[in-house]
């Protein structure tokens, strides 16, 4: 197994595919091999990790392990791609909360993104539209 704890193993997605493959390693022969036994270290591990999933542990390691294995492929996200970048837009930016419109604003600038806004009512928001080429629009449904 990882010298690492399993909440570990979730950290980002390099990092979770590699320790997954690991543990695959370390106990898929357990799948392989009919009536493969682990040393109890391994076995002591197997257990360990069934009870973060609450697996029941009375039945046979490659149980416990065909169960736990496919646990962990569905939690551990895949390879982390490298992002594709996303063209900059233009944002319309309506907010009653000026606390929340100053975080929303600063975000998406800071993502590359104009900001047009923040507007706090709906009437000056549409005319600012008319005016500007608007890519999308982020509006507080509950505008005070």
Known sequence: MTDRPLDDLRQDGRTAS????ALFAAYDRLLDTPGEVLEPRQASELTALAGVYDLDIDRSQ????????????????????????????????VEDDPETAADLTEALTDAGHS?????????????????????????????S
């Open 18 to 21: 590699r320790d997954s493959q």
């Open 62 to 93: 490659a149980e416990i392990w065909s169960d736990l294995r496919s646990l962990i492929t569905k939690s551990s996200p895949a390879m982390a791609e490298p992002s594709q970048a996303i063209e900059p837009m233009t944002i319309l930016v």
């Open 115 to 143: 900001v047009v806004g923040p507007f706090h009512a709906a009437g000056p928001a549409e005319a600012a539209a008319a005016l500007h080429s608007i890519d999308v629009a982020l509006l507080d449904i509950n505008l």
